[in-house]
T-cell receptor
Framework: DTGVSQDPRHKITKRGQNVTFRCDPI?????LYWYRQTLGQGPEFLTY????????KSRLLSDRFSAERPKGSFSTLEIQRTEQGDSAMYLC?????????????FGPGTRLTVT | GENVEQHPSTLSVQEGDSAVIKCTYSDSASNYFPWYKQELGKGPQLIIDIRSNVGEKKDQRIAVTLNKTAKHFSLHITETQPEDSAVYFC????????????FGKGTKLSVKP
């Protein structure tokens, strides 16, 4: 399978703990996006990378959230001091910049439950 | 910023009927409009998209239309099948360096056999 992969698929954590999620994009895709989706809502943009550079962050990305893409391949999203309001599905998408390609392909998501 | 409104929130049709989902957007600079299908417990799957220089695009039973003047775009599914049952999301983007997608709230489509 050469699609976007995310790990773990599910994470249950206690309030106050730190969690880290990983996303592996489609190979040769140089753009990588993080979105958050709560129940009954559409995905909301958090941040995106072009290669290893983080180019945009949403106001939703509080200072407890940090994302990295150190070598321009996989990315990690860390949430520090988790709160119950962080419970959501965290989705990663990738796309290939350049030409006429705008399509973003999503991974299966990581469902976070904060108890 | 961009705002995308999607209607209806739920849609129930009989197998074989057509289904239409409509979206409006606010940012006149948006130029890319994808549609995603999301099944329970899965990530969104891109099913069709349209760019602002095109008024209509079709792929088998699925078509999308765009009215840039009115800032409307719609998804049309013909000859619906039970496996079309899912949540459908529209989205809008400026593309380029501002490629993040702004999503509607989704439409839950149920196709009854």
């Amino acid at each position: 399978d050469t699609g976007v992969s995310q790990d773990p698929r599910h994470k249950i954590t206690k309030r106050g703990q730190n969690v880290t999620f990983r996303c592996d994009p489609i190979s040769e895709h140089n753009r990588l996006y993080w979105y958050r989706q709560t129940l009954g809502q559409g995905p909301e943009f958090l941040t995106y990378f072009q290669n290893e550079a983080q180019l945009e962050k949403s106001r939703l990305l509080s200072d407890r959230f940090s994302a990295e893409r150190p070598k321009g391949s996989f990315s990690t999203l860390e949430i520090q001091r988790t709160e119950q309001g962080d419970s959501a599905m965290y989705l990663c998408a990738s796309s290939k910049m350049g030409g006429s390609t705008y399509e973003q392909y999503f991974g299966p998501g990581t469902r976070l439950t904060v108890t | 910023g961009e705002n995308v409104e999607q209607h209806p929130s739920t849609l129930s049709v009989q197998e074989g009927d057509s289904a239409v989902i409509k979206c409006t957007y606010s940012d006149s600079a948006s130029n890319y409009f994808p549609w995603y299908k999301q099944e329970l417990g899965k990530g969104p799957q891109l099913i069709i998209d349209i760019r602002s220089n095109v008024g209509e695009k079709k792929d088998q039973r699925i078509a999308v239309t765009l009215n840039k003047t009115a800032k409307h775009f719609s998804l049309h599914i013909t000859e619906t099948q039970p496996e079309d049952s899912a949540v459908y999301f529209c989205a809008a983007s400026r593309g380029g360096s501002q490629g993040n997608l702004i999503f509607g709230k989704g439409t839950k489509l149920s196709v009854k056999p």
